[in-house]
């Protein structure tokens, strides 16, 4: 009896020890894989410069079961304090207002140095509010880059295409005749979409791409430029310079690997996975082609991947253990690091000072490519978007896309449906939040 | 004779509680949720619900896609179905006349309903992988270029094939049982009346199955409507682009990965009416037609 009283004592002991000690915080994320172990190697390392913050990541599976997860936690009360939230949920968790505290009020409500300039261009506003109040922290942030095999250009005797009539009239037949489809690509609605109006500075919906809300944002998809696009893909199909293996993002990737496809639109996240593997030839990566046809300035695109998002509800003790972590974050050392080892871009100029100056570019020119795509001049609808029930949209694009791509639909009609479906999800979003 | 029974009222009614409890807590209050839900247009975070009457409803039979995706779950569930009992039945009839060596050749048909159905998606992945698959080479020397996950209908063979092997080995066991509980007196009573092995089985073995059947059937229909989903989770790679997808599938893309609380709900609420008219079919139309022996 009296040893079982010791006991309870000395647990309790050691529970009220922890708790007076640290600030213990969570953090839900999607980082699977490689990329779950880069970020428990930050969480560790934030954990061990200081002693009053603890942090724990969680890794919650894919990008929608991690923000569905947090949305049921919110709704029960026990949220984390930290959720990571991909780009096509972005509007669903900044328009619930209340359900996070934007980062930029959180860092200067305690008392850490906020300046949105100090974050690169392509990546400053895609999780920012109407005003340009930075809303959720990117964290993981990436854009598609258009990555090649440099054996099989020298072999068919071609450089990187700038262009896309470039490609179609002089890369794609030499790498035909090389022996190779040109091009796959992986994720559609990202790349041959989103970034896709980016580049050539095309309107992707009403009211400032969505931004500036309102319960009318129309989508601007059906659109000259963008179905001239898919027409010449499903040509470029037929030629046989283009193949499309399916809407999973290794699908499109695998092939690249084996070396049967020359060209490869992915993400620049994806620069560290491949740097890993033994692919058995060189790659190099520049940026997206643009069509000389719609722009003769093709513009920067803008960041994919998540961004971290305070979550409402907790203590202010909690909450400066968020903004200490943060902070931490966005460290040039802690950033160049990520960059370094996941292909990310680095968020803050800093860091990419840092990774300039260490000669991490000199080593591999082709992690460069994204940031310096993000760092192109921005035009008047380069900064994103931000539509509602945006995962579904991209669902409609993607069922849509395929339809194009195995002969079920014509261009016209595909991007007919988009339109109409997307507009509907649009208003039903816009309902869900009245 | 003595009848046996509980000497108070309170007794029984206390040991029904746990699974009443069970049944109100794990299915009555999620359902009534899901009816309620399937009203309202809903903030995902909870912050706020229009009530919308059955606008969820119209939407639904007003979309050509969720017809689409009806019909193909029909289609599926038929196909799907027939195939698993057909041959699950016709394995059993051939194991059960074997007599030599019957418990491997039993084992070997068994082991797959161990198989998690996303396990076995994820076999189905592999044996029809584009570059390499070996069914997938199987279907290009018969000259057919199979591409799963980008042709709709071979992606839907696909989940056909890998949903029928999933589902042969339960049938299985009960067809193999339902042959074996067939009194011997019968069998060799038919054998001496009637020379032609398919009409006995027809006219004999076939009417003593029924109720077997009858019970499989719908235990397979309600497996096609429904525990395919890992299945089809797997093999779409959570991803259904313009892949095939059954209904029970179509609620999770809306409620879980597009956060339309509302819409999935009401999608449910269809399921569930689903559901409850398949019971009500089960056990008033065909119970009666079969006899039970």
């Known amino acids: 009896m009296k040893s079982l009283s010791f006991a309870a004592a000395a647990a309790f002991a050691l529970v009220a020890n922890a708790s007076t000690a640290e600030t213990e915080i969570t953090f839900w994320h999607a980082m699977g894989g490689a990329l779950g172990e880069t970020v428990n190697k930050i969480a560790e390392d934030f954990n061990a410069s200081q002693d009053a913050y603890k942090i724990t990541p969680v890794f919650k599976g894919t990008y929608e079961e991690a923000l569905t997860a947090g949305i049921a936690a919110f709704r029960a009360g026990e949220q984390p304090n930290i959720l990571q939230v991909f780009d096509a949920g972005a509007a669903t968790v900044i328009g619930a207002k209340g359900a996070t505290i934007p980062v930029q009020d959180l860092l200067v409500e305690n008392g850490v140095a906020f300046d949105i300039e100090d974050y690169i261009s392509g990546v400053r506003y895609f999780y920012a509010d109407a005003e340009g109040k930075m809303v959720g922290m990117p964290f993981n942030s990436s854009s598609p880059i258009m990555y090649f095999n440099v054996q099989a250009l020298e072999e068919a005797g071609v450089s990187a295409p700038k262009t896309w009539e470039e490609f179609q009239t002089v890369t794609a037949p030499a790498l035909k005749e090389a022996g190779y489809t040109a091009l796959s690509q992986s994720h559609l609605p990202w790349i041959f979409t989103e970034n896709f109006m980016s580049r050539h500075d095309l309107p992707f919906a009403t009211n400032d791409n969505g931004y500036t809300g309102g319960d009318d944002t129309q989508i601007l998809v059906n659109n000259d430029a963008i179905k001239a696009h898919f027409t010449a893909v499903t040509e470029w199909q037929e030629e046989g310079y283009f193949e499309w293996f399916g809407t999973g993002w290794g699908d499109n990737q695998t092939p690249f690997e084996e070396g049967k496809v020359a060209i490869w639109l992915g993400s620049s996240g994806s620069f560290g996975g491949l740097s890993k593997k033994d692919l058995g030839f060189d790659f190099s990566a520049t940026y997206l082609p643009y069509w000389e046809a719609v722009t003769s300035e093709p513009k920067q695109t803008f960041i994919g991947g998540a961004a971290l998002f305070a979550m409402a509800g907790h203590g202010a003790e909690e909450n400066a253990a968020t903004a200490a972590f943060f902070e931490y974050l966005t460290k040039p050392e802690t950033q160049y690091f990520w960059h370094q080892d996941t292909g990310y871009v680095p968020i803050t100029e800093a860091a990419y000072e840092l990774a300039k100056a260490d000669g991490h570019y000199d080593r591999f020119p082709a992690a460069e490519v994204g940031i310096q795509q993000l760092s192109l001049p921005a035009g008047e609808h380069t900064k994103g978007y931000r539509m509602g029930f945006y995962v579904q949209i991209r669902d409609v694009m993607n069922r849509e896309y395929g339809r194009i791509l195995t002969g079920e639909t014509t261009v016209e009609e595909a991007f007919k449906a988009i339109e109409a479906e997307a507009n509907a999800l649009l208003a039903r979003f816009s309902k869900t939040q009245s | ?293």
């Open chain 2, 1 to 293: 004779m003595k009848r046996a029974g509980f000497t108070t009222r309170w007794l029984p009614m206390l040991l029904l509680l746990p699974q009443l409890a069970i049944i109100t807590i794990f299915f009555y209050w999620p359902a009534a949720h899901a009816v309620q839900s399937s009203f309202f247009l809903q903030d995902p975070f909870g912050f706020g619900a229009t009530f919308v009457g059955f606008d969820n409803y119209t939407d639904l039979a007003a979309s050509s896609e969720y017809l689409k995706i009806a019909r193909f779950t029909l289609l599926f569930t038929l196909l799907v179905t027939f195939f698993s009992l057909a041959l699950a039945l016709l394995l059993a009839v051939k194991a059960d006349n074997v007599i030599r060596g019957a418990k491997t050749y039993r084992t070997l048909l068994m082991w797959v309903y161990a198989v998690a159905p996303p396990v076995a998606g994820f076999i189905g992945l592999i044996m029809f992988n584009q570059s390499w698959g070996p069914l997938t080479e199987a279907a290009r020397a018969i000259g057919w270029d199979f591409k799963l996950g980008v042709n709709f209908t071979d992606t839907a063979a696909a989940m056909v094939l890998v949903s029928v092997w999933k589902q042969v080995p339960v049938n299985f066991i009960f067809f193999l049982s339902g042959l074996q509980s067939i009194p011997k007196a019968v069998r060799e009573a038919a054998l001496i009346d009637n020379g032609s092995a398919t009409s006995r089985f027809w006219g004999v073995t076939f009417p003593l199955l029924a109720p077997t059947g009858f019970f499989l059937l719908i235990v397979n229909i309600t497996y096609a409507l429904f525990d395919t989903f890992g299945i089809v989770d797997t093999m779409v790679k959570g991803e259904p682009g313009n892949n095939p997808m059954t209904l029970v599938y179509k609620v999770y893309v809306d409620g879980f990965r597009g956060n339309d609380l509302g819409g999935s709900s009401a999608q449910s609420v269809v399921l569930m009416v689903l559901v409850l008219a398949l019971t009500v079919f089960q056990f008033r139309l065909i119970d009666r037609r079969i006899h039970y022996t």
